[in-house]
């Protein structure tokens, strides 16, 4: 909210709580979930880079854990907002793709849970061999 959309402006009286509360309101009425979703991945994918230690000035906020983290939640929201974005959605995945080159360069592990798509289901385990001796086997 800037200053101009505040009731009683930059040179009148400061506004009311009543009046901000108002200003709030109104500000909500318009909000749309999918804008607060999309900010939420530009903040996640800031954060993971800086996380990453990508930003100059950045390397001693290096934290793994928390650029695993950033990762798999713009991985799992990004889905609901690219029909929204549409060509847009492109700088998006282009920026989660850096981030998680950034996390394997870095010595992150792909486990199951952290960057990447989940590990495969292990196979199922091999029947036990029957009890009973066949000829052939």
């Known amino acids: 909210m800037s200053q101009q959309d505040i009731p009683g402006g930059p040179?009148?009286?400061?506004?009311?709580e009543e009046e901000l509360?108002?200003?709030?309101?109104?500000e909500l009425k318009q909000l749309r979930v999918?804008?607060?979703?999309?900010?939420t991945i530009v903040s996640l994918l800031n954060l993971g880079g800086?996380?990453?230690g990508l930003a100059p000035g950045t390397e001693d906020e290096r934290d793994l854990d928390q650029l695993a983290l950033a990762v798999e939640s713009v991985r799992r929201l990004l889905p609901f907002v690219?029909?929204?974005l549409g060509p847009d959605a492109t700088q998006l995945r282009d920026?989660?793709?850096?981030?998680?080159?950034?996390y394997v360069r870095l010595g992150g592990t792909g486990s199951e849970g952290a960057v990447g798509e989940?590990?495969?289901?292990?196979?199922p385990a091999a029947p036990p061999p029957p009890r009973i001796w066949t000829p052939g086997s």
């Open 95 to 102: 920026a989660l793709a850096q981030l998680q080159m950034a």
């Open 118 to 123: 989940p590990a495969a289901p292990a196979p």
């Open 11 to 16: 040179e009148g009286p400061p506004p009311t």
């Open 82 to 84: 690219e029909e929204v």
């Open 34 to 39: 999918e804008d607060v979703v999309i900010q």
């Open 50 to 52: 800086r996380k990453a």
């Open 21 to 26: 509360r108002a200003a709030y309101e109104a």
